[in-house]
């Protein structure tokens, strides 16, 4: 059984190590079964926080723990955070064919010598034999297998060398395991539980949503490279990658960027390996704005600040697709996908396929069918997108991609999928959606004809219309639950149980028709918002470049430092003592003493000379500096007068005195207003919304009211807000 170093508890550890506060989504329960000593799948999106599942047990627990990683890169970008958030160099280290004699020889030391609490190592390290040989030696707390989905063929990107993982694992030592990946439809999650020998292992599944991500597909016309030059200026000093399909392609347009006085490099597996690992470097530094690249660049990329990515070409998968575009917004802030699309490429990629085994050419066709019905629908994206990987989004309008902000009207489409559900019956749902079109179409094809489909009495009872509604009936019908895709039959239609209820009893099925795109139409880009949250921009500029500066000098990416939303926080708050500064979200006790001194400095160069009164400063003053107004407000709810007395003799309507205690209340002051609360409201209530607010990452009111639902009031809302941030925040 796995064993945690005593006396430490978990929020401890995770705020002495890593700076922060609370966990994210499912990572605490995760963490407590790694070090309870499961065997755990993980499937976290892309900003999830799905490294620290591993690398805070790895350092809670004797031994040391075994990271399977499928790129060098990504494992030399993993070592870097980790030794920056401690003060030992020993604490992380890789295992892989970029090392020589003597690198290997110090890592086997610092892991025999107990100071390695993670080694990284490529599926292919791992099965060498001398490699075998050494780690039977070591005390292993657990394994980790990290980009878990390149076990499966149905996988986006899989590696063969994935299979041979668990036989290996055996043959070292079995211990727990933990699967985890950022992309797996629920096909692929079975392939990674019957390959890893996990089918009895505990699923975490959080949701796939990234909420901050802007979904947007473009046609892709004859002025694709002027409208993504017109879209980066439009979009200067921000970080993005542009994704290309062929390796000429990315030279090229890496090219033409430069050209265009935008600092562009490009990244793909046929250059150099130094050359590569330069441009990456680069770009992590912030020495280049934009990454030019192939789908090789991306899985090694840790960088928070990534604002958009633009896809050149389509992707190959759907998958491809939400791991590439993952790459924004990893901090939660802004984060843009526009992909340009043109049915010529998925027709020149269907090429491609020719001459590949059947069933790699089978799974190709139907990756890339997925990914037209994602370009060409005219249904929220999320929703698309979620479904994909077996998630119900139940929203109506996300209002965070392109056609939830410009929506089409939608028609009723009963008849229409009465249609197409009976065509499937007459064909004894056998068949693929194109088939199933084709014969309510009328085709007369050779497969039609000899299996006599053309004798039926559905065959062209859909000439009506066209091939695009038919395909828009088939495609949210699917996301509706009427009609589900086969997967493992690449992509033959049955019709679900609500399906055949459906059928006996058709209830409203209302439609929209998918996009049209045009090969001469033209779009343009909204420019959306974004960027510092800082209250004070100008020391925010400065920190980041001071930020920029020590990043040279200790030869690490600029976020490995501090993350932005730490910097915005700091130019908020103005900490200028290591205490003050360890109160900043991200900012632990080693990051404070290994790179705090330089930014209280210059926070308390720039307080001083620009006579800021800081907040910590102002506190004791909030009341003295109040208006009559606020002080008389206080001082009725200091002698417990109901809220409503005191809103009737101020003149002021209910919501008006909320807003005025709200001021009081976020300016420092603390007051207590239970006795109005407790003789209102319900105390399930009270109970209900104080915990919504103690584990939501926000107090924003829209979202409280949404998250929570009908069963509460605003006005219930805000009261429960006050006396939340009233005895939490001051």
């Not at 160099?89 to 290997?104: C, E, M």
């Not at 207003?673 to 104080?690: G, K, L, R, S, T």
């Not at 915990?691 to 998250?707: G, R």
Request: hydrophobic share 35%.
């Amino acid at each position: 059984m796995a064993t945690k170093k005593k006396g430490q508890d978990i929020t401890e550890a995770l705020k002495y190590h890593f700076g922060f506060d609370k966990f994210k989504g499912n990572q605490r329960p995760v963490i407590e079964d790694v070090l309870a000593g499961k065997d755990l799948i993980v499937l976290m999106p892309t900003g999830g926080g799905k490294s620290l599942c591993y690398q805070l047990p790895s350092l809670m627990m004797e031994g040391t723990a075994i990271v399977i990683s499928p790129l060098i890169a990504l494992m030399k970008n993993q070592v870097d955070a980790m030794r920056n958030f401690s003060e030992e160099d020993g604490v992380a280290h890789f295992l892989n064919s970029s090392l020589n004699k003597v690198a290997i020889e110090q890592v086997k030391e610092d892991i025999l010598a107990k100071r390695t609490k993670l080694l990284y190592v490529a599926p292919e390290s791992l099965t060498k034999e001398e490699n075998i040989e050494f780690l039977r030696q070591v005390q292993i707390s657990f394994y980790a297998v990290d980009e878990a989905h390149c076990i499966s063929e149905w996988g986006h990107d899989f590696r063969p060398e994935y299979r041979r993982i668990r036989p290996i694992i055996n043959e070292i030592g079995i211990r727990p395991l933990i699967a985890l990946t950022a992309t797996a439809t629920p096909k692929v999650q079975h392939d990674i539980q019957k390959n890893l020998g996990l089918l009895d292992a505990k699923v975490y599944k959080s949701s796939f949503n990234r909420k901050n991500l802007y979904y947007e597909v473009r046609q892709k016309g004859d002025n694709i490279d002027r409208d993504i030059i017109k879209y980066i200026k439009a979009n200067e000093g921000k970080s993005g990658i542009v994704y290309c399909l062929s390796r000429k392609r990315v030279e090229e347009f890496a090219e033409i960027l430069c050209a265009n006085d935008i600092k562009a490099l490009p990244y793909h597996a046929g250059m150099d390996s130094q050359k590569r690992s330069e441009n990456q470097d680069a770009f992590l530094m912030e020495e280049a704005d934009v990454i030019v690249a192939t789908i090789a660049f991306g899985m090694g990329i840790d960088k928070p600040d990534v604002r958009y990515v633009i896809h050149y070409d389509i992707p190959k998968s759907l998958e491809g697709y939400y791991q590439e575009t993952g790459r924004a917004g990893r901090d939660g802030g802004e984060g843009q996908c526009i992909a340009f699309y043109a049915y010529k490429d998925l027709q020149k990629l269907e090429k491609f396929l020719e001459g590949k085994p059947i069933v790699e050419k089978e799974i190709g066709k139907q990756l890339l069918l997925e990914t037209a019905a994602y370009a060409e629908t005219a249904v929220c994206r999320r929703k698309v997108l979620l479904h994909y990987f077996g998630e119900e989004y139940t929203e109506d309008n996300c209002g965070n991609c392109d056609n939830c902000l410009h929506p089409k009207k939608y028609i009723e489409g009963q008849d229409l999928l009465l249609a197409v559900m009976e065509t499937m019956e007459a064909l004894k749902e056998k068949y693929k959606t194109e088939y199933i079109m084709n014969v309510m179409l009328g085709v007369e094809s050779s497969d039609i004809m000899s299996y006599k489909h053309n004798e039926l009495e559905v065959f062209g009872s859909g000439q009506d219309e066209d091939e695009r509604i038919w395909s828009a009936v088939i495609r949210q019908a699917q996301i509706a639950g009427y009609i589900v895709k086969d997967i493992e039959n690449y992509g033959i239609l049955k019709i679900t149980p609500k399906g055949k209820a459906f059928m006996k009893h058709p209830v409203e099925f209302k439609i929209v028709k998918d996009n049209e795109f045009d090969e001469d139409e033209q779009n343009e880009t909204p420019l959306r918002g974004g960027g510092s949250c800082a209250v004070d921009p100008a020391l925010f500029s400065i920190m980041k470049d001071l930020r920029k500066k020590l990043s040279k000098q200790l030869e690490v990416p600029p976020f490995v430092i501090f993350h932005d939303p730490s910097l915005e926080a700091m130019a908020t708050t103005y900490p200028i003592t290591l205490e003050e500064l360890q109160n900043i979200p991200g900012v632990g006790a080693g990051k404070a003493k290994r790179y705090g001194t330089e930014f209280i400095a210059i926070i308390k160069k720039y307080v001083e000379e620009n006579e800021i009164e800081r907040p910590e400063d102002l506190r004791v003053r909030t009341v003295i500096n109040k208006s009559k107004l606020k002080v008389s407000i206080v001082q009725s709810i200091d002698r417990k007068v109901d809220l409503d007395d005191i809103a009737v003799s101020k003149g002021l309507e209910f919501p008006e005195l909320l807003d005025e205690i709200e001021a009081i209340v976020y300016s420092g002051t603390r007051i207590n207003i239970d006795y109005f609360i407790n003789e209102v409201m319900d105390e399930d209530h009270i109970e209900d919304i104080y915990a919504y607010f103690k584990d939501s990452e926000t107090d924003d009111l829209e979202v409280a009211i949404t998250s929570l639902g009908s069963d509460f009031t605003e006005e219930e809302i805000r009261l429960i807000r006050i006396k939340f941030q009233s005895e939490l925040g001051n």
